[in-house]
């Protein structure tokens, strides 16, 4: 069987879709693969494990937030986590994936990703913070996949998750490291959940998140 073939058996293991949604997923996969020769999507190293490495891994943070109807993906990149997301969400009344991408040859990406599959897909080729600062409305999820330091995740989406949208931060085998730096700067509600695709990673879920005066502030 080719390895990606074998890849996508075991990712449908790990997560439970819909006939129509893995009709979507296979043809953003096909897209993905193709753009993939001219622009780096994703590393080469992972392509063998797509299915694994980035669908089920994305797929995955559904169920830490089954309510949640619109979702904001920050530095969404290749469409990971939000186009699988919103693969899985299509045809749900009120389901949206706000994607937000500053490289314009990945947004392009994503713009096809969203015309091939039909979801609920709304790409934004715009730096993080000038999105969340010009986003209207409430968010009911936010996450961000291999963007950047959860401190620097959390500084980026608090009026999202003050304003109540549950954070999904996916993170790897350093997440300690992070938690501890991050708790330096914010006050946070947070559960650790294992990740299903890689024993050694977590995802953080973020349920409230306050701003913490740090002392040199207070002795000032």
Known sequence: MDPLEADRARALGLINVSRETLDRLD???ALLLKWQAT???VGKSTLETLWTRHIADSLQLIDLAPQARIWVDLGSGA???GIPIACALAGMPGAGV???ESNA???AFLREA???TGAPVTVHATRIDKFVDGFEGAADAVTARAVTSLKDLLDECFILVHH???GLFPKGQYIAVELT???KYWNMAYDLVPSRTDPEARIVVVRSLAPRKLAHHAEA
Request: glycine share 8%.
């Open 114 to 116: 969203a015309r091939i």
């Open 98 to 100: 706000q994607l937000v």
């Open 164 to 166: 109540g949208a549950v």
């Open 105 to 107: 040859r990945k947004a």
């Open 27 to 29: 043809r953003f996969v």
């Open 181 to 183: 730096e991050a708790s």
């Open 39 to 41: 622009t780096n999507l």
């Open 79 to 81: 469409g990971f986590p």
